[in-house]
C-alpha cells in the first residue's frame, strides 16, 4: 500500500469514528472502510497505541485523548470561532440557554463553539459533532442564506426522517428558507431529536452565510410562539460576530 493510500485509509477511519461517538467494533470498521478484518485490527491497534484511539470495555474503538488536543489546537487556530466566542458568551448570558457556533461541512452542519448555559437542563456538548443540514435551525440559516446553486444542490431529494416532526419535502424546506430569509432567523422544534429545540441566525459576509449562531434547549423552553425574541438576539450575536471578524465586509450580496 502506497503511504499515500495509508493516509487516506487513516483519514477515512477518523471521520467514521467522529460520526460515531458510542464507538464501533472492528467488524463494522472494516466493512465501512472496504478492508479486511485483519488489516483494520492493526490499524486500529497501531493508533490506539499512539492515543489517537481508544478502545472500551465492550471493544468498541472511539476517538482517543489525543484528538482532544489537536482538535483545541485547530479549533484556537480558527480566526471566526476566536472573534465569535465573546459574542457567545453575551449571548448565552442573555438567554441562559446554550449556544452554538456552526458552519457548513460536506454537506452537514458542524458546530465549531459551545457556551453552555446555567440551566440544569442542557443539551450536552456538540463541539466537534454533526447534524443534518435540514433538521437544525443552524443548517436552514446557513442554506437559506446560501448561493441559488447551493440549494438547489441540496434539495434534489427527499430528506431522512429522524422524528415525526422532521420535514423530508424539498418543495416544502424551500418555503421554510424563504420565511427564514424575511425574518432573519431559524427555528427547529423536535426535528432531529424529541425534546429539542433551537434558534439560529446567519453569520454573513456579502450577504451570503459562512456560519450560523443558535441557541438551544429543551422544547418546552423554546416553543415557536416564544422564538422571535431568542431570534432577535441571536441576530444580534451574529452582527457582533460579523463585525469582529469581518470588519465592513458585511454588507448586502454583490
Known amino acids: 500500500m502506497r503511504p499515500s493510500e495509508s493516509a487516506a485509509r487513516v483519514a477515512d477511519l477518523l471521520n467514521l469514528l467522529a460520526d460515531a461517538p458510542r464507538g464501533l467494533g472492528v467488524?463494522?470498521?472494516?466493512?465501512?472502510l472496504g478492508i479486511h478484518k485483519s488489516s483494520a485490527s492493526r490499524l486500529l491497534a497501531t493508533l490506539?497505541?499512539?492515543?489517537l484511539l481508544q478502545r472500551g470495555g465492550s471493544g468498541l474503538y472511539s476517538l482517543g485523548p489525543s484528538m482532544i488536543r489537536f482538535a483545541g489546537v485547530a479549533?484556537?487556530?480558527?480566526d471566526l470561532v476566536r472573534h465569535a466566542h465573546?459574542?457567545?458568551?453575551r449571548l448565552s448570558q442573555a438567554t441562559r440557554e446554550t449556544v452554538n457556533l456552526a458552519v457548513l461541512d460536506a454537506g452537514q452542519v458542524l458546530y465549531v463553539d459551545q457556551v453552555t448555559g446555567p440551566t440544569t437542563i442542557v443539551t450536552g456538548n456538540w463541539t466537534g459533532r454533526r447534524s443534518p443540514i435540514h433538521v437544525s435551525s443552524s443548517g436552514?440559516?446557513?442554506?437559506?442564506f446560501s448561493p441559488?446553486?447551493?440549494?438547489?444542490?441540496m434539495l434534489t431529494d427527499a430528506f431522512d426522517s429522524f422524528t415525526d416532526r422532521t420535514i423530508t419535502d424539498p418543495a416544502r424546506f424551500r418555503a421554510v428558507?424563504?420565511?427564514?430569509?424575511?425574518r432573519g432567523w431559524a427555528h427547529s422544534a423536535d426535528e432531529y431529536e424529541v425534546g429539542l429545540s433551537t434558534v439560529a441566525a446567519p453569520v454573513l459576509i456579502h450577504g451570503r452565510a459562512v456560519a450560523a449562531v443558535s441557541v438551544s434547549g429543551p422544547t418546552f423552553r423554546?416553543?415557536?410562539d416564544q422564538a422571535a425574541p431568542l431570534g432577535d438576539l441571536a441576530i444580534q450575536a451574529s452582527r457582533q460576530i460579523e463585525a469582529r471578524a469581518f470588519g465592513g465586509a458585511t454588507g448586502d450580496q454583490e
Do not use: F, H, N, Y
Open 222 to 224: 423554546i416553543p415557536l
Open 148 to 153: 441559488p446553486e447551493r440549494i438547489d444542490e
Open 140 to 144: 436552514k440559516a446557513i442554506l437559506a
Open 86 to 89: 465573546a459574542p457567545l458568551v
Open 177 to 182: 428558507l424563504e420565511l427564514v430569509r424575511e
Open 75 to 78: 479549533m484556537a487556530g480558527l
Open 48 to 51: 490506539a497505541q499512539r492515543g
Open 27 to 32: 467488524t463494522a470498521i472494516s466493512e465501512e
